[in-house]
């Protein structure tokens, strides 16, 4: 299925009720009709508030059940309004200007649908990058902590691995990591690169072993100045990253929660040449359908 608003107008038309919303989960849920979970049988009742009744063994599901929307008290056409504001805002929201734009009684509320929404925004099974991946680490934070002359401490240590196209950066993953040695990295590696690809690192010892591992590495040893910037593709994406954690959450990210900060960036990144909001209005619910529900009590007010 592929239908999705063109814009806010067509949205608010598109999913007046309950209903609309509920039959266009419906359709993401069962792309190819209904089938009973328990008995495999299509033949089924189709009642309001989401559930269906299967004609032969009488399960009822509901079509929200084991998805982010499981349980919510808000109303669906509030959670569309939502993920069409966070898809359209193309620096990503606060949870203040969510709660103003979609008209959410708190300011919590906003907060913690952020949040949610942020843990549908990595998609299950996503491919991993290939072709010329450059990779390197870089270090978030910390500067505020007041942690001053403890070295690293406060501060989170990010993986950033940048498919290298014909004309500047390609698709992006970024994860933490526990440190900087061999096994944690190329574990990284492994975690979002494909075997057999290519990979471009400063000559950090730590990706020596990458050829065990299927890849083909290419470190960049610098030499002197002159040689200019081992990896600039990794540098510029840790620099784009900064700026938008700096401009858009002012640098005011907990390590608890950097890595669904890291997976919005990285959603964000990877369709920033996407015209249609509408697909990615579609993505981000389709992606809120596959991932379990994300219990309030899981999220720690911290920001
Ligand atoms: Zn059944």
Same mark, same amino acid.
């Given at each position: 299925m592929e239908e999705y608003p063109v814009d806010m107008p067509d949205l608010i038309r598109t999913f007046r009720t309950e209903e609309d919303c509920l039959s266009y989960l419906r359709k993401l849920r069962w792309p190819e009709g209904y089938v009973c979970s328990r008995c495999k049988s299509r033949e089924h009742w189709v009642r309001n508030r989401g559930l269906t009744l299967c004609r032969k063994c009488g399960y009822e599901s509901s079509v929200t059940a084991g998805t982010l929307f499981?349980?919510?008290?808000?109303?669906?056409?509030?959670?569309?309004?939502? @993920?069409?504001? &966070?898809v359209s805002q193309k620096n990503g929201v606060s949870a203040l200007g969510l709660q103003k734009a979609v008209g959410l009684g708190g300011y919590h509320t906003a907060w913690e649908w952020l949040h949610k929404l942020r843990r549908a925004m990595v998609r299950q099974g996503r491919d991993k990058l290939s072709g010329v991946v450059e990779v390197d680490e870089t270090f978030i934070g910390g500067e505020r902590s007041g942690k001053r002359g403890r070295g690293a401490e406060g501060k989170s240590l990010i993986f950033i691995a940048v498919e290298e196209m014909e004309h500047g950066l390609g698709r992006i993953r970024l994860s933490?990591?526990?440190?900087?040695?061999?096994?944690?990295?190329?574990?990284?590696?492994?975690?979002? &690169?494909?075997?057999?690809?290519? @990979?471009?690192?400063?000559g950090w010892d730590g990706y020596n072993r990458l050829p065990d591992y299927g890849y083909v590495h290419k470190p960049i040893v610098h030499k002197n100045a002159v040689d200019g910037d081992a990896t600039p593709l990794t540098h510029r994406v840790a620099a784009l990253f900064k700026r938008w954690w700096l401009g858009t959450h002012q640098g005011a990210i907990s390590p608890e929660h950097l890595r669904y900060y890291l997976d919005e960036f990285t959603f964000r990144f990877n369709r920033r040449t996407?015209?249609?909001?509408?697909?990615?209005?579609?993505?981000?619910?389709?992606?809120?359908?596959?991932?379990?529900? &994300?219990?309030?009590?899981?999220?720690k007010h911290k920001i």
């Open positions: 499981q349980d919510t008290r808000k109303p669906l056409r509030l959670w569309f309004q939502a @993920i069409w504001y &966070v933490m990591l526990d440190n900087a040695a061999s096994n944690t990295l190329i574990k990284a590696v492994q975690e979002s &690169v494909e075997p057999g690809s290519t @990979i471009r690192s400063d996407s015209r249609s909001r509408g697909k990615l209005f579609l993505r981000l619910v389709e992606q809120a359908m596959h991932i379990e529900p &994300v219990p309030a009590k899981s999220l």
